[in-house]
């Protein structure tokens, strides 16, 4: 089966050890977040993922074959650094860079508008990059990074600095090309839109893995339970503040009481206590957020 994978990969510069020990396999066609606090290593595993950076120890490879140059020409980036050619034209622009990776005449052009249109970027078409806003600009870049149909495209925190109604737009046009079979890496800070998108994750943090796969293979992970209780009334808080290892989480505009409890609590005699302490309104057994997952697997790293 086709995939990417890391074994072992390190990668220090001088004194820091920015990637200590990084691991996973990514089959071809899924789509991967890229998790962990400032710092963690994130950049610099993408770097190495697209040949950029050469690790000091660890193999990767793509399908089978180490990441070279020919390889790396099939893959895309959005790098952390955005650059684009300020006096160039935004058509002109991602149309170069399809170019560049061996798109050619009259298709990159072709192209070029079908992106366009995908990312709303119309109005602009024809304005010089160096015009335009922030967001706007990161649209063209990630076009310029997706124009010659990676077989893998990367992209550096895409959604930072977008509104949401951009960000929308954005996750809409990554949708597309994860139908159409592209492997994608994404590393993000904002956990719903990864959570939606991603298929797999891969939580790192100084440089090693805490956590990997799937939501319901992280969720089968988790060692204990969240319950959340409604109303949210010092009475229903009372039973669990009789358990000492039920832990106070979230409050959901304080209308919810959510708790963390024991893997092995009896929620049907946990039901009994609370009802017995006043009107309970709902009881429900939650499973834990890539958030949470996010949170509980970095630990004092956040
Ligand atoms: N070229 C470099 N020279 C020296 N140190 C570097 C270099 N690149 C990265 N580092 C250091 O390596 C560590 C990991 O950095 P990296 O950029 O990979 O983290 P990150 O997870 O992408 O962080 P962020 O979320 O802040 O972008 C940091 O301590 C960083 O300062």
Redesign the pocket.
């Known amino acids: 089966m086709n995939k990417l994978i890391l074994s072992g990969v390190a990668r220090s510069?001088?004194d820091?050890q920015?990637v200590r020990d990084v691991s996973f396999e990514l089959p071809a066609g899924s789509t991967l977040g890229l998790l962990?606090p400032?710092?963690?290593?994130?950049?610099?595993t993408m770097r190495m993922i697209l040949g950029i950076l050469v690790p000091d120890r660890g193999t990767l490879t793509w399908n089978g074959e180490p990441i070279d140059l020919s390889v790396r020409r099939r893959f895309g980036y959005l790098p952390?650094e955005r650059g684009l050619y300020a006096k160039m034209r935004v058509r002109d622009q991602i149309a170069y860079f399809g170019r560049l990776h061996g798109v050619h005449r009259p298709d990159d052009r072709t192209r070029a508008d079908a992106w366009i249109e995908l990312l709303g970027l119309r109005p602009y078409a024809d304005r010089k990059c160096g015009e335009l806003s922030k967001g706007n600009q990161q649209k063209v870049q990630i076009a310029s990074a997706a124009l010659h149909q990676p077989e893998l495209l990367v992209l550096d925190e895409p959604f930072s600095g977008l509104d949401p109604v951009n960000a929308e737009i954005l996750l809409d046009a990554l949708r597309t090309l994860r139908t159409a079979g592209t492997t994608l890496i994404i590393?993000s800070h904002q956990m719903w839109q990864v959570e939606e998108l991603c298929e797999r994750f891969c939580i790192i943090a100084s440089g090693t893995v805490k956590a990997a796969g799937t939501l319901p293979e992280l969720r089968a992970q988790w060692p204990t339970r969240v319950i959340e209780v409604e109303p949210a009334t010092d009475a229903l808080r009372a039973v669990f503040a009789r358990d000492p290892l039920a832990r106070a989480l979230y409050t959901n505009g304080r209308a919810t009481l959510a708790y963390e409890v024991p893997a092995d609590t009896d929620a049907a005699s946990l039901l009994r206590d609370l009802v017995a302490a006043g009107d309970v309104t709902r009881f429900e057994r939650v499973e834990p957020r890539l958030n949470d997952i996010y949170l509980r697997a970095v630990g004092p790293a956040a």
């Open positions: 510069f001088g820091i920015a962990g400032n710092g963690a290593g994130k950049t610099t952390e590393s």
